[in-house]
């Protein structure tokens, strides 16, 4: 029970990582504050799996992409809960898309949900934490394409490369009011953002191939990690970045 008395934020919580995440926090003990968008059978689905381990919940529609989102979000969680203990910036989009004809519109959302929604989210859960004045964790979701490139990903891999970077000037601006800020890097996991993608048993067996571990990752991987950074296992831990991938970096095989 490492997240005892405390209360979580996710972002982007209605299926995926996001629903992993919260599942796995509830699992240790916290209350959760969920925000979806577009998916009213999804962060069902996600608000019944806690509450089945006895937590409470609840749940804010928003488009992060929208400032106003942020504010919405946080206030509706101090309400319910009494404060804010752990904000996880999870939402996130990857329309696979070749880079030389990506529509204006596709670059833009992927921007505005991925980096935008994550600064302005991030700002929002900060300020109410300094208010607070008993510190934080602030997890952003960033992804192994912060390190490296994809062909099909041009205008996805900048966001994730800004989230990390993003955690790490947090990490400096927050610290001096108790306020921790990491993000973690999930390599290939099996979720809906590339359910299609991995479609193809080629490309599938390609990917698990590449990983030392031998199998592409799940949510609840990344989750695991998720829980130690919002937990005080991790109270000395402030501007790292985790890989979550198997192995999958540093194979050069």
Same mark, same amino acid.
């Given at each position: ?10 972002? =982007? ?12 926090? *509830?699992?240790?003990? *916290? !209350? ?17 799996? $806690? ?9 804010? +529609? @928003? ?6 989102? @942020? +504010? ?27 880079? #030389?004809?990506?529509?204006?519109? $596709? ?21 109410? %934490?300094?208010?607070? =004045?008993?510190? =934080? ?10 390190? $490296?490139?994809?062909? /099909? ?9 800004? $989230?990390?970077?993003? %955690? ?5 601006? #927050? ?9 973690? %890097? ?10 299609? !993608?991995?479609? !193809?048993? +080629?490309?599938?067996?390609? /990917? +698990? ?11 609840? &991987? ?9 937990? &005080? ?11 979550? !991938? ?8």
């Amino acid at each position: 029970m490492l997240l005892a008395g405390k209360t979580v934020l996710i972002t =982007g919580a209605s299926r995926g990582i996001g629903r992993g995440t919260a599942i796995e926090c *509830a699992r240790h003990g *916290a !209350d959760l504050a969920l925000n979806w968008f577009q998916d009213r059978e999804g962060i069902e689905e996600t608000l019944a799996a $806690v509450r089945a381990l006895g937590r409470r919940a609840i749940e804010v +529609e @928003g488009d992060v992409a929208r400032r106003e989102s @942020g +504010e919405r979000f946080i206030d509706a969680a101090a309400k319910a809960f009494g404060g804010v203990d752990v904000f996880v910036n999870n939402a996130g989009i990857c329309p696979f898309h070749a880079f #030389l004809d990506t529509p204006p519109e $596709v670059f833009e959302r992927t921007m505005a949900v991925n980096l935008h929604g994550a600064y302005y989210m991030t700002q929002a859960a900060a300020r109410r %934490m300094r208010e607070q =004045g008993r510190g =934080g964790s602030l997890i952003a979701i960033s992804s192994i394409s912060a390190l $490296v490139g994809g062909g /099909m990903q041009a205008h996805y891999t900048p966001t994730k490369a800004g $989230v990390h970077s993003l %955690m790490q000037s947090c990490a400096i601006a #927050l610290g001096p009011h108790g306020i921790r800020c990491n993000s973690v %890097m999930p390599g290939t996991i099996a979720t809906d953002i590339n359910k299609e !993608d991995l479609a !193809d048993p +080629e490309k599938r067996s390609y /990917m +698990e191939k590449r990983i030392p571990l031998g199998r592409l990752g799940e949510p609840r &991987d990344v989750a695991g990690c998720v829980v130690f950074l919002a937990s &005080d296992l991790a109270r000395y831990v402030t501007g790292a970045a985790v890989l979550v !991938d198997g192995g999958l970096f540093v194979n050069l095989q």
